[in-house]
């Protein structure tokens, strides 16, 4: 009996980054009757590469639900609905600086929340997270002599579609969070010296207020958390707490030292710029900011002190016990 074929109803390459978004990004020196381009540049920024958006950070069937021998591009479809929305309101609204209204401030949410989840470093967070779960199992079955759990069964096949069903559940979730949150965007004052970059993890979630320590990480019910997405080499979008609004020029310093330096670090594998230099500060650890070192100084007296009064306690603590 013949197997039945997939019906294919839609694209098999996927873009987990879109393409409208990377368009922006072209290098504006782009020879005449040449097909535009950005420039790709490994994480350590080596190798870089000129690409066309069409070209770079694909999957295949990324976001494809199989059922049955068929295929259903439901989600790709409806992540092509909000691009395209999102890609008027920047070309018309947001490029020339423009108030947004509530609807089209709704379909920016629902994009950068889509951006949030739909990255292959979101998928293979998921995935490693389930497979942990999975090897545990396995090894706690063993332990009872169970060879074929149904419950890793479970967890296996979960795994397949984990990326998708999150993106299912999580975009009109987070869309609502990022709803409630002031909107601002950052503007360059001149974006031919000093513009905006973006990766293949765009966008960025960032609590100045933990970067003192190693094990929380930054979420949306943190007061002073931001999160940041670069538009275009001149305009970067920022979803805050504070009451802060609008359209704001920055410095060239803040884009490069602050903005850029961690979207590069937070990128995946790659970053995009639309030129060949990069910057050195990019590659910083930390910002060249004498208030920041000031801080680290403070921050790392305060842990001094703290270990230091606890050596001391225990110690008086053990002498006096001995006596």
Avoid at 111 to 126: E, G, H, I, W, Y
Wanted: glycine share 4%; charged share 25%; proline share 5%.
């Amino acid at each position: 009996m013949a197997k039945k074929k997939k019906k294919n109803q839609g694209p098999k390459n996927q873009h987990f980054v879109p393409r409208c978004y990377l368009s922006e990004f072209t290098d504006p020196n782009t020879p005449k009757g040449q097909e535009p381009y950005v420039w790709v540049f490994d994480k350590n920024g080596k190798n870089p590469k000129k690409r066309a958006p069409k070209n770079i950070f694909t999957e295949t069937h990324l976001y494809t639900f199989e059922f049955e021998g068929e295929l259903d591009f439901t989600i790709e479809k409806s992540l092509s609905a909000i691009e395209s929305k999102s890609s008027y309101i920047f070309r018309n609204k947001i490029r020339h600086k423009k108030s947004l209204t509530k609807v089209e401030q709704g379909y920016l949410c629902a994009f950068v929340a889509a951006q949030l989840q739909r990255t292959l470093s979101f998928k293979d967070n998921q995935e490693n997270f389930i497979q942990q779960l999975i090897d545990h199992g396995t090894q706690m079955s063993l332990v009872h002599g169970v060879t074929d759990s149904a419950q890793v069964r479970q967890w296996k096949e979960y795994k397949k579609d984990i990326h998708k069903l999150q993106l299912v559940d999580g975009v009109p979730f987070l869309a609502n969070i990022l709803s409630q949150m002031s909107l601002a965007f950052l503007c360059s004052k001149n974006p031919d010296k000093h513009w905006f970059i973006t990766s293949d993890d765009p966008c960025v979630l960032f609590n100045p207020d933990l970067q003192w320590q190693k094990f929380y990480g930054p979420g949306f019910g943190q007061k002073n958390v931001q999160l940041t997405l670069a538009l275009s080499p001149e305009i970067t979008v920022m979803f805050t707490w504070a009451n802060f609004h609008g359209y704001s020029y920055v410095c060239g310093r803040d884009v490069d030292e602050m903005l850029n330096r961690m979207t590069r670090s937070h990128s995946y594998k790659e970053f995009i710029a639309p030129h060949r230099k990069t910057k050195w500060i990019w590659f910083s650890r930390v910002p060249m900011d004498p208030s920041f070192f000031l801080k680290i100084v403070r921050n790392q007296t305060h842990i001094g002190l703290h270990r230091l009064f606890r050596w001391w306690k225990y110690r008086h603590f053990y002498a006096r016990k001995r006596k």
